[in-house]
Every structure is written in structure tokens, then in C-alpha cells.
């Protein structure tokens, strides 16, 4: 098939049905008279010998309707030109009749078979095309599944080093890193689940790590969400702000507002756009009151892990800018970090459950 292909020839002024191939068919028909008058002191009883071709490389260039045509207009130069008697339609013996019907139907023939070699053709140079296409998306799917997987044995690597640092013993290191690779697992199952060109939005990232607590934000309740549907988040940054959520909602489980039932946690965010960058960013304030904090002096609870991801990892990364503070009835966490200037594909917020 390859080797067949080198015999299209594509000419787009020159495509089927298009006003250039009929006018190749009359070329070609003149052409082929012009050459037959030229060797007829050499050729006898071959009328058809120069018109054969033509009708072949007009179907090529030309297509099916020119093919016809050419062949018609071939029968008629050869009756008009070269079949006694010349300058007449009308032939004398009946085998010049059979003879011109056998060149219209060996013609057609001939006219029907390249047909369906440039059918096959362009079907074969469709679907090498479309071939050639899966293979560069398969390629760059496979180069950015390389790279995430770089980045998320790092990121599994890192988060190893750092839960083993802040954990007293071996069973507290077990359930903080199994929570902590599940927060990964959810992060990047997020990132997949995107269609083309969509995002993940911060209320849905907020719900899944809401849900995987098993906590609801109803009136009344222990916590309040304020915020706006739909705000597009850059997937780089998915991970590490997926990963503060979660030490935010565990500190909040353990020692703060989602512990004690005088308390209440209220989580707040907006979008605006930089005035320096004319870029979108995401503002999230946590914010919890009514917590019985421990006197001033005690010990701080917890490992101090997600306070650590929160003032330095996230501006070293992302240039986000946070602040983290133990107030007197509870933690006042702000970040405020670069979002997705695309649109997202949904704004819909998933039910929550557990």
C-alpha cells in the first residue's frame, strides 16, 4: 500500500469535482488527439492507442466524474478525427461501432478500478494519519505519566522522611503515613478524573477531604463553608494544598474546633485577580473560635507537620502567601495561592458521604 500511494496525486485545484478536473479531462483529450495525429504515418488500426492513458491519468489526478469524462470525450475525438469517414459522427462499418463501445467499456473499466485504488489510498493516508496522531498523544501521555510518577515517588519519599521525623513511635507513624498517602491517592484519582481541558475546582477538592473525614457542613453545625463554586485550581498546586487541607480537618479532629462541641470552624475563600500579575488568585481563610486552647507555656500538640507545609512549603513552591497562628480560641490559618486562569468544566458540588 505504501508503495501504491506514491502513485496520488493530490492536487487540490485539481480534486474531484471540482471545476479543474473537468477541464484536465479536456486537456487530457487534446493533448491525446494532438499526439495520435502525430503518429499516425507509424500507427495504423490503433485509434485508441494515445487515448487510454489519458482517461488513466485523469481518473488519477481528476477523479471518477473526470475519468468519465475524459473517456467520452476520447470516443468522440477518436470518432470525429480518426474513424472513416473523418469530421463526421456517424461511423460506416458496425465494427468501428464495436470498437468505440469497447474502448468506452474497457475505459470505464479501467476508470472504476483507479477509482477504488484512490478510495483505498485515501483511506490508507486517513487512517496513517490518525495513526501517527494516537502515537504523539500516546507519547505525551506517556511522558507526563513519566513525570508524575518522577514527582509522586519524590513526593511519597519526602513525606516518608518528614512523618518518620515527627512521629514518636513506629504505630504513629504507620497511621499518620497511611492518612497522608491517602490524601495523595485522592489528590491525583481528582486529577484523572478531569476531562480534557477541565480543572479541579477548590469546593470539590474541599468536599473530598470533608468527606474522607466523615464531616458535614450543615446549619447549624461544627462547621460553616462560605465560598463560590468553581474556582479552577492549578494542578501542580493540587497535591500540597490537598495535603494542608488534611492537617488542617486532622489538627481540627484531634485538638481543635471539630473536637470540642462549644467550638465551630468556619472556612471562607474568594477569588480575586493580582493587581502586579493581572493573574487569578484563590484567598482561603481558616478560621476556628470557641476552642479551649492549653496555657501558654504547654507543649503544642500535634506534629507540627501541617504548620510547616503551610508557612514554608506552600510560598516556597507555589510563592503562596500563608500565615498560621495559635489564637486564643483557636487556629487562624490564611493562604492565599495562584489559581488556574482556565475555565472550569463543572461547578457542581458532589453530596457529601462518608
Same mark, same amino acid.
Given at each position: 500500500?505504501?508503495?501504491?500511494?506514491?502513485?496520488?496525486?493530490?492536487?487540490?485545484?485539481?480534486?474531484?469535482? !471540482?471545476?479543474?478536473?473537468?477541464?484536465?479531462?479536456?486537456?487530457?483529450?487534446?493533448?491525446?488527439?494532438?499526439?495520435?495525429?502525430?503518429? %499516425?504515418?507509424?500507427?495504423?488500426?490503433?485509434?485508441?492507442?494515445?487515448?487510454?492513458?489519458?482517461?488513466?491519468?485523469?481518473?488519477?489526478?481528476?477523479? *471518477?466524474?473526470?475519468?468519465?469524462?475524459?473517456?467520452?470525450?476520447?470516443?468522440?475525438?477518436?470518432?470525429?478525427?480518426?474513424?472513416?469517414?473523418?469530421?463526421? *459522427?456517424?461511423?460506416?462499418?458496425?465494427?468501428?461501432?464495436?470498437?468505440?463501445?469497447?474502448?468506452?467499456?474497457?475505459?470505464?473499466?479501467?476508470?472504476?478500478?483507479?477509482?477504488?485504488?484512490?478510495?483505498?489510498?485515501?483511506?490508507?493516508?486517513?487512517?496513517?494519519?490518525?495513526?501517527?496522531?494516537?502515537? %504523539?498523544?500516546?507519547?505525551?501521555?506517556?511522558?507526563?505519566?513519566?513525570?508524575?510518577?518522577?514527582?509522586?515517588?519524590?513526593?511519597?519519599?519526602?513525606?516518608?522522611?518528614?512523618?518518620?521525623?515527627?512521629?514518636? $513511635?513506629?504505630?504513629?507513624?504507620?497511621?499518620?503515613?497511611?492518612?497522608?498517602?491517602?490524601?495523595?491517592?485522592?489528590?491525583? +484519582?481528582?486529577? *484523572?478524573? $478531569?476531562?480534557? +481541558?477541565?480543572?479541579?475546582?477548590? %469546593?470539590?477538592?474541599?468536599?473530598?477531604?470533608?468527606?474522607?473525614?466523615?464531616?458535614?457542613?450543615?446549619?447549624? +453545625?461544627?462547621? !460553616?463553608?462560605?465560598?463560590?463554586?468553581?474556582?479552577?485550581?492549578?494542578?501542580?498546586?493540587?497535591?500540597?494544598?490537598?495535603?494542608? &487541607?488534611?492537617?488542617?480537618?486532622?489538627?481540627?479532629?484531634?485538638?481543635?474546633?471539630?473536637?470540642?462541641?462549644?467550638?465551630? &470552624? !468556619?472556612?471562607?475563600?474568594?477569588?480575586? !485577580?493580582?493587581?502586579?500579575?493581572?493573574?487569578?488568585?484563590?484567598?482561603?481563610?481558616?478560621?476556628?473560635?470557641?476552642?479551649?486552647?492549653?496555657?501558654? +507555656?504547654?507543649?503544642?500538640?500535634?506534629?507540627?507537620?501541617?504548620?510547616?507545609?503551610?508557612?514554608?512549603?506552600?510560598?516556597?513552591?507555589?510563592?503562596?502567601?500563608?500565615?498560621?497562628?495559635?489564637?486564643?480560641?483557636?487556629?487562624?490559618?490564611?493562604?492565599?495561592?495562584?489559581?488556574? %486562569?482556565?475555565?472550569?468544566?463543572?461547578?457542581?458540588?458532589?453530596?457529601?458521604?462518608?
Amino acid at each position: 500500500m505504501q508503495r501504491l500511494a506514491l502513485l496520488y496525486i493530490d492536487l487540490p485545484a485539481l480534486r474531484p469535482g !471540482t471545476f479543474g478536473s473537468y477541464a484536465l479531462a479536456f486537456l487530457s483529450v487534446i493533448v491525446a488527439t494532438a499526439l495520435r495525429f502525430a503518429i %499516425d504515418p507509424y500507427v495504423a488500426g490503433v485509434q485508441f492507442i494515445t487515448f487510454y492513458p489519458a482517461a488513466v491519468i485523469t481518473t488519477l489526478i481528476g477523479g *471518477f466524474r473526470a475519468g468519465v469524462f475524459c473517456t467520452l470525450l476520447s470516443a468522440a475525438a477518436v470518432e470525429f478525427f480518426f474513424i472513416e469517414p473523418p469530421f463526421t *459522427f456517424y461511423p460506416s462499418r458496425p465494427s468501428e461501432v464495436i470498437a468505440i463501445v469497447i474502448f468506452i467499456l474497457g475505459s470505464l473499466l479501467d476508470v472504476t478500478l483507479i477509482t477504488a485504488m484512490r478510495f483505498a489510498i485515501e483511506r490508507y493516508r486517513e487512517q496513517s494519519e490518525a495513526l501517527r496522531e494516537s502515537q %504523539d498523544r500516546l507519547g505525551s501521555v506517556v511522558a507526563e505519566l513519566q513525570h508524575r510518577t518522577r514527582n509522586l515517588i519524590s513526593v511519597v519519599g519526602t513525606l516518608a522522611k518528614t512523618t518518620l521525623r515527627t512521629s514518636p $513511635t513506629l504505630g504513629a507513624f504507620k497511621v499518620s503515613f497511611q492518612a497522608r498517602l491517602e490524601v495523595l491517592g485522592r489528590a491525583q +484519582g481528582l486529577l *484523572f478524573r $478531569t476531562q480534557d +481541558g477541565g480543572r479541579v475546582t477548590f %469546593d470539590e477538592l474541599l468536599d473530598t477531604e470533608l468527606v474522607a473525614k466523615c464531616i458535614h457542613s450543615e446549619k447549624n +453545625g461544627l462547621v !460553616t463553608l462560605d465560598g463560590p463554586k468553581g474556582i479552577p485550581l492549578r494542578s501542580r498546586t493540587i497535591q500540597s494544598l490537598a495535603m494542608a &487541607l488534611h492537617e488542617l480537618l486532622t489538627n481540627a479532629v484531634k485538638y481543635g474546633a471539630l473536637n470540642q462541641p462549644n467550638a465551630h &470552624l !468556619t472556612i471562607r475563600w474568594r477569588q480575586d !485577580t493580582s493587581a502586579e500579575s493581572g493573574k487569578p488568585w484563590l484567598h482561603l481563610d481558616w478560621k476556628e473560635s470557641g476552642v479551649e486552647m492549653p496555657p501558654l +507555656g504547654a507543649v503544642p500538640e500535634g506534629s507540627g507537620q501541617g504548620r510547616e507545609l503551610i508557612e514554608r512549603v506552600l510560598p516556597y513552591q507555589f510563592d503562596a502567601q500563608t500565615s498560621f497562628a495559635m489564637e486564643p480560641d483557636g487556629v487562624h490559618c490564611t493562604i492565599s495561592i495562584p489559581a488556574s %486562569d482556565e475555565v472550569s468544566g463543572s461547578s457542581e458540588r458532589r453530596p457529601l458521604a462518608c
